[in-house]
């Protein structure tokens, strides 16, 4: 009886030292998954700033150019927006907030977060956003549906490794 009790408890420790190690190493895979995308943001807002600073710089260079300072100035609201879109995003995502479903139109959705699409894609993949009827009409939560559009479009990036290509999002 006793070598049995001592084996059960043998079995019980090892058990809870392997469960122990797993859950360690879920949330090291938590703290790799949040440190990508820091980086993946970071970048994401260096490439803003980069778009903001040259236009900036365009308009300091020919004050007096009345096209230039138009469509710089245009670019930099371009940018400034994504900026707010990618703010406002990471707010949801660090505060989660209970579901809201709406009546809301697929295309137009994957219309308006185009451009951050587009910065996820990468330069060397070509993004196409494609609306096949504008009878698109679901009851959804907006944020929700961006978070799986910024998904599939993440998944597809990665599946090409880094190989140019190209990726299409169409809503039927």
């Known amino acids: ?96 907030q209970r579901s809201q479903p709406q009546r809301i139109w697929l295309g137009e959705v994957a219309e308006r977060i185009e451009p951050i699409l587009s910065l996820l894609a990468k330069k060397s993949v070509q993004l196409s956003v494609r609306r096949e009827t504008s009878d698109d009409e679901v009851v959804a939560d907006p944020w929700q549906l961006e978070e799986v559009l910024l998904g599939l479009v993440t998944l597809a990036r990665d599946a090409l490794g880094g190989k140019s290509g190209r990726i299409s999002v169409i809503v039927r």
Do not use: W, Y
């Not at 809870?16 to 949330?27: F, N, Y």
């Not at 490439?47 to 308009?59: D, P, T």
């Open 1 to 96: 009886f006793a070598c049995s009790v001592a084996d059960m408890l043998g079995s019980l420790a090892e058990q809870a030292t392997r469960l122990e190690l797993v859950a360690a190493l879920h949330q090291h895979q938590k703290m790799e998954a949040l440190g990508r995308l820091a980086g993946d943001v970071a970048h994401d807002f260096q490439n803003l700033l980069s778009v903001v600073l040259i236009h900036a710089a365009r308009i300091h260079a020919s004050p007096n150019d009345a096209a230039v300072a138009l469509e710089s100035s245009l670019e930099i609201q371009e940018a400034a927006e994504e900026g707010a879109l990618l703010t406002k995003r990471l707010q949801a995502f660090a505060e989660p």
